[in-house]
């Protein structure tokens, strides 16, 4: 018997084979790329700006560390006398439970890093409590949390209908060059914060309030999400709406986690609650800050090559771009409106935040990334009538050129 082909045979085929695009629509494989990308950052910043030495990430400052009493192996950066936050990460990380206000070395500056304890602690138990290996656990535990960005991204496009791999915009903010260079606090809290806003989404209460609480003891500033699903909850039960139940942990959850880690700082520190301190350093009257840093900026324009002012301007633009492109949308967008309103909260947030941000070279945005996460939530959400696939893609493209700027920079330089 004489086998033979059909001419509607390959045709069925090519309708069974999915696409290569098809077959990337998975929210790991953005994840596996954020990993990828940012460890080829790392990499290239250990050996040209670091000298193959992982522990200059820390930054380590002479005015808080005595170098002989550090341990072995850990080196003094060239950051300057007051080095940067990572330093006080790290010495929390090498003991979470040592409270004192010098230890390994190390004086801590303000009694508010005691109650940002979660990126310590988990990068202690990633060191398996060898303080040998607290740098590298560090810089670990924000590769793995900037990759679990990108997948939850990857999820929140898909539940909008949009292809996973716009997930990867989520690990492409330009202040992550800080947050993985510096060793800092930023991919876990924001993993955190995306992964509870996901798990309200889906019903998974008892998710979301885990992940609030622990992001909240990390990063104080992402209790604005949960704050804002509060609001929502205490309007509808006021109105009659709906009742108390477990969609209350979510908000309830966090605030409780936080104010223990509060009472716990104050009463170990035997001074005042670490939220007061923070306060002062942070916050400033609203807006003033902010004008005063983009004035700056402004006047120290440098023609001639591309400067520090010149950067920051760079990434304020680009920020204010994804910002007004989340506020066209805010109405016809379909997220939640407990995502809505956390996302006025960030962008409310940034205009009170104090002249060390605003004013800063070096930070690169970093603590300005909420508003940046919570606009692509509302750009994903919007129907393709209002934001098709190429008006997306326009925005998108926004983030790219900053980013190669700043991570080129820190390769290079501090």
């Not at 992001?215 to 604005?224: D, H, M, N, Q, S």
């Amino acid at each position: 018997m004489q086998l033979t082909s059909t001419p509607g045979a390959p045709e069925s085929l090519r309708q069974r084979t999915p696409s290569l695009l098809s077959r990337l629509n998975h929210p790991a494989v953005p994840g596996a790329a954020a990993f990828l990308g940012w460890l080829g950052y790392v990499l290239a910043r250990w050996q040209v700006w670091g000298a193959g030495h992982l522990s200059r990430f820390i930054a380590l400052g002479t005015k808080y560390t005595v170098s002989h009493q550090l341990p072995p192996s850990v080196m003094i950066s060239d950051h300057g006398a007051a080095g940067y936050d990572g330093q006080f990460y790290y010495r929390l990380a090498l003991n979470p439970f040592n409270w004192s206000k010098t230890a390994y070395g190390i004086t801590m500056d303000q009694s508010y890093r005691y109650t940002r304890i979660g990126y310590p602690l988990v990068s202690w138990l990633g060191s398996f409590g060898q303080h040998d290996l607290v740098p590298a656990s560090l810089i670990a535990v924000n590769l793995v949390c900037v990759a679990a960005m990108a997948v939850l991204g990857g999820m929140f496009a898909r539940e909008s209908g949009r292809h996973a791999l716009w997930g990867l915009l989520f690990a492409a903010y330009f202040g992550l060059a800080i947050s993985i260079g510096r060793d800092t606090a930023e991919p876990l809290a924001e993993a955190c914060m995306l992964a509870g806003l996901l798990a309200y989404r889906r019903g998974r209460w008892g998710w979301s309030a885990l992940a609030f609480a622990f992001g909240a003891i990390t990063r104080e500033t992402i209790l604005f999400a949960p704050a804002a699903i509060a609001l929502v909850r205490l309007y509808g039960i006021l109105r009659g709406r709906v009742r108390p139940g477990r969609p209350d942990l979510a908000w309830l959850t966090p605030a409780v986690a936080y104010g223990i880690v509060e009472l716990a700082a104050r009463f170990a520190l035997k001074g005042e609650f670490p939220v007061l301190t923070d306060n002062s350093r942070n916050l400033a009257t609203p807006f003033t800050a902010m004008i005063d840093g983009l004035r700056v900026a402004v006047h120290n324009i440098n023609t001639s090559h591309l400067g520090p002012y010149d950067i920051v301007l760079l990434e304020y633009v680009t920020l204010a771009l994804f910002i007004v492109a989340g506020l066209l949308v805010i109405v016809v967008t379909e997220a939640p409106v407990h995502e809505r309103i956390a996302f006025v909260f960030f962008v409310l947030e940034i205009a009170l935040l104090s002249g060390q941000i605003w004013s800063s070279t070096f930070g690169d945005g970093r603590s300005l990334i909420e508003p940046y996460l919570l606009a692509l939530i509302l750009l994903f959400a919007t129907p393709k009538r209002y934001l098709n696939t190429y008006r997306l893609a326009a925005i998108a493209a926004i983030a790219l050129p900053v980013l190669a700027v700043v991570t080129r920079r820190r390769i290079l330089y501090i």
